[in-house]
């Protein structure tokens, strides 16, 4: 009996370190992880071919540097790819314009960043 008593003692003793300390972690944890992440957007949500899209990069931790997006059509038997280079200002932001060709679709890339899908009418 001593001895299951010592188990379940020593087991709740060892259950509860761990969530101490995940509690005292986790908040600076989540706050160094989402200061300065690198963000892409990409407007207009429809793209029309023949018009221009806005696209955006945003990292302060690149400022001065160039970010080249990767945008190709999507598609595996036909593949086309084309590449963007943006500038970073002294803010580590940073905007150029795209020329919407005649795809279905466009998927946008750069380091650091969620893949952006932008459907084209």
């Known amino acids: 009996m001593n001895y299951l008593l010592a ?3 020593a087991s709740s003793l060892f259950l509860s ?3 101490v ?3 005292e972690q986790g908040p ?3 706050a160094a992880k989402t200061v300065g992440d ?3 957007a990409v407007g207009p949500n429809v793209l029309t071919s023949g018009s221009m899209a806005t696209i955006t990069y945003s990292d302060p931790s690149r400022a001065g540097q160039t970010i080249l997006v990767t945008i190709d059509n999507g598609m595996r038997r ?3 790819v084309q590449t963007v ?3 970073l200002n ?3 932001v940073g905007t150029a314009n795209w020329l919407v060709p005649a795809w279905d679709g466009a998927k946008f890339n750069a380091d650091g960043v969620a893949e952006v899908f932008r459907p084209i009418l």
């Open 21 to 23: 300390a995940k509690a």
């Open 7 to 9: 188990a379940l003692a």
């Open 90 to 92: 002294e803010n580590g």
């Open 17 to 19: 370190v761990p969530h």
């Open 78 to 80: 036909t593949p086309e």
């Open 85 to 87: 280079e943006i500038v």
């Open 38 to 40: 690198p963000k892409m």
């Open 28 to 30: 600076s944890v989540t």
